[in-house]
């Protein structure tokens, strides 16, 4: 299964994944798609997120089970640990770190 969830999308990149894929909430797509359709379909999110942000999550082999992709300003970025992707959290803008 892949999902993808996009923030602050056009329209007509919204319109164009719910062709390959089901919108099940606003911006929420799944499916089951093949490698190549979904390499495609990360292509024109790449290309029509303009400034939003997108994240793309497949099944995989490995020990999480699943693998993904983000594009765009989010506080949450990927990490790799020990060949394991995690989730790293930046910042919060104007915050300060040493402050609880």
Same mark, same amino acid.
């Given at each position: 299964? @892949?999902?993808?969830?996009?923030?602050?999308?056009?329209?007509?990149?919204?319109? =164009?994944?719910?062709?390959?894929?089901?919108?099940?909430?606003?911006?929420?797509?799944?499916? =089951?798609? *093949?490698?190549?359709? =979904?390499?495609?379909?990360?292509?024109?999110?790449?290309? #029509?997120?303009? %400034? #939003?942000?997108?994240?793309?999550?497949? %099944? @995989?082999? @490995? %020990?999480?089970?699943? *693998?993904?992709? @983000?594009?765009?300003?989010?506080?949450?970025?990927?990490? %790799?640990?020990? #060949?394991?992707?995690?989730?790293?959290?930046?910042?919060?803008? #104007? *915050?300060?770190?040493? *402050?609880?």
């Amino acid at each position: 299964m @892949t999902v993808i969830v996009l923030e602050n999308a056009p329209a007509r990149l919204r319109g =164009r994944l719910a062709v390959w894929m089901l919108e099940i909430r606003a911006g929420v797509y799944v499916g =089951r798609v *093949s490698p190549k359709v =979904r390499e495609m379909l990360w292509e024109n999110v790449l290309a #029509g997120i303009e %400034d #939003g942000n997108a994240v793309m999550v497949w %099944d @995989t082999p @490995t %020990d999480s089970g699943f *693998s993904f992709r @983000t594009h765009g300003p989010n506080r949450r970025m990927p990490a %790799d640990f020990d #060949g394991m992707t995690l989730v790293s959290f930046l910042p919060v803008e #104007g *915050s300060d770190e040493n *402050s609880v």
